[in-house]
């Protein structure tokens, strides 16, 4: 069984460093310093943060009003950590992004233990705190999404899967996988590339086929697939919803074959890791490719590159988000730190360092100013995250128009998944309930799932689109259509959203 152990007389000046003794606690704790610290500031930062949640942010609020193993779109785990948060510090924006921050420092401080082992505790360090300032985790530490307990739980698992290698008799190390790959399936179900990761590292370098071919990696398995049971048990009740939504996200029907999507995708990555960072990681790639690589590259190598791979594919035959592969820059954080502390690339690595700072504080004072100011384009970066409260305010005030003019309304239909969340989390003090409209289809997102329109629902219905109409799908079920005006509301420096309401009543079953 080959040991993870450095090769060559120059690793050796690098990689002398074990996983114990003083020395390397200190290491831990100088990072375990940096990270309170950017967590602190970012905390702060989001309470000057002047962006509304995002839909998909009040979406994640919604689910944890109401607790549940799955929920339409996303495994569970984030409605439960939203749910913690906000009993500690109530439902203000900042209280739900409050867990961002905080998951990425314990990310960052997974890295130093996965580097440690790999390459010692100097490499540790500075892996954590690149990591700290990748710009991605900058922008991510701003809002509330599933790939920030995602990537804590894939640190984790690469820590676990590491000394899974380096201590081949210890069982530790796959019981904390097991709990890792559990949780980060909960989180996302983009936790699955682990496995196929590992695999594709065992048979990239075949004397370390044992690490996935031993009880222990079953074991880890095992424990995995036990944590996500209940949600798969969830799916199993609800027509497996989340399944259903993965697939229909892909968007494999139509037409398949966009190679501008598959660069624009690519070209994203330079975003996502820093120019420089994922410049390296093309570089060490290609060194790969010509050279081969020391055990300890290889196994990152196996953790980074397949899942931009798979995800640059997936955008040329449909499409992809610039996250998609988001885990990748786990293992690549560690590989492209330690290489250039092994080839004494300090130029380049400072540059990226103050790159990835600047931008840091850039993005927090762009927050705090949000709607204030756009791009020399024209454009304003934050238009989709501006104006929900002020919509959910237009929307407030038609409801008590109504009932001052004696009819009280029965409930608030909004047009769409976007409208819907942000009337449920801008609107959770009123009375009102809120609905959607599903008709007699099966249902396309979350709120169908659970807030469907019915027939004993109380009349008349306050309509609520940011169209001009409403659908013909609709208004043919109903007697009577009154138009009652629309609203202009401003989002942000350049955009402004329109607001349509509606009077619905006369209800006409099937």
């Known amino acids: 069984m080959a040991t993870m152990a450095g090769q060559g007389t120059r690793d050796a000046a690098f990689y002398t460093e074990n996983l114990g003794g003083t020395r390397v606690w200190r290491w831990f704790g100088a990072l375990l310093i940096v990270a309170v610290l950017l967590a602190g500031l970012r905390l702060i930062a989001l309470r000057f943060n002047a962006t509304d949640l995002f839909f998909d942010e009040a979406q994640y609020w919604f689910w944890s009003t109401d607790l549940a193993f799955g929920y339409y779109s996303k495994p569970p785990l984030i409605g439960w950590i939203i749910s913690l948060a906000t009993s500690f510090c109530g439902s203000d924006a900042q209280c739900i992004r409050a867990p961002s921050p905080i998951l990425h420092s314990l990310t960052a401080l997974g890295i130093f233990l996965a580097a440690n082992a790999l390459y010692g505790p100097r490499a540790g360090l500075l892996a954590g705190f690149v990591y700290l300032t990748l710009p991605a985790v900058s922008l991510s530490s701003g809002i509330i999404s599933t790939d920030v307990p995602l990537l804590t739980f894939w640190s984790l698992a690469l820590f676990a899967f590491v000394m899974l290698i380096r201590q081949p008799t210890a069982w530790w190390p796959p019981v904390l996988l097991g709990l890792a790959l559990g949780l980060g399936l909960n989180a996302k179900y983009a936790m699955a590339y682990f496995v ?53 996200n892909a968007k494999w029907s139509g037409a398949l074959g966009n190679p501008a999507k598959a660069l624009e995708f690519f070209g994203a990555q330079f975003g996502v890791f820093g120019p420089i960072l994922f410049a390296g990681l093309l570089i060490i790639c290609w060194r790969a490719w010509r050279d081969g690589l020391r055990d300890a590259d290889a196994l990152l190598l196996s953790f980074a590159v397949p899942v931009i791979l798979i995800v640059t594919v997936q955008a040329f035959v449909s499409r992809a988000h610039a996250n998609w592969a988001a885990v990748s820059y786990v293992a690549a954080t560690i590989l492209v730190t330690a290489t250039m502390i092994r080839d004494l690339d300090w130029g380049w690595f400072r540059a990226s360092l103050g790159l990835h700072v600047a931008l840091f504080l850039g ?148």
Request: glycine fraction near 8%; charge should be positive.
């Open 196 to 248: 196929l990761c590992a695999v594709l590292y065992a048979i990239a370098v075949p004397q370390q086929r044992w690490s996935v071919l031993s009880a222990r990696f079953g074991l880890a398995l095992a424990i995995g697939v036990v944590m996500i049971a209940p949600n798969l048990l969830w799916n199993l009740e609800n027509s497996f919803a989340t399944f259903s939504h993965t697939a229909d």
């Open 363 to 510: 993005l927090g004072l762009a927050t705090t100013y949000a709607g204030s100011f756009q791009l020399p384009n024209g454009v304003d970066p934050f238009a989709r995250t501006l104006g929900w409260a002020d919509t959910a305010a237009v929307v407030r005030t038609a409801t008590k128009r109504e009932e001052d003019g004696g009819q009280p309304v029965g409930a608030i239909m909004a047009d769409g998944r976007a409208l819907s969340a942000e009337l449920l989390y801008y609107l959770r003090d009123g009375n009102t309930p809120i609905v959607t409209w599903r008709g007699n289809r099966p249902p396309k997102d979350h709120f169908q799932l659970v807030l469907p329109y019915a027939e004993s629902r109380a009349e008349p219905v306050l309509f609520v689109t940011l169209g001009a109409n409403v659908p013909p799908a609709i208004a043919e079920r109903f007697g009577t259509v009154t138009a009652l005006g629309r609203h202009t509301v401003r989002a942000g420096a350049t955009k402004r959203r329109d607001v349509s309401l509606f009077r619905l009543s006369g209800f006409k079953p099937l």
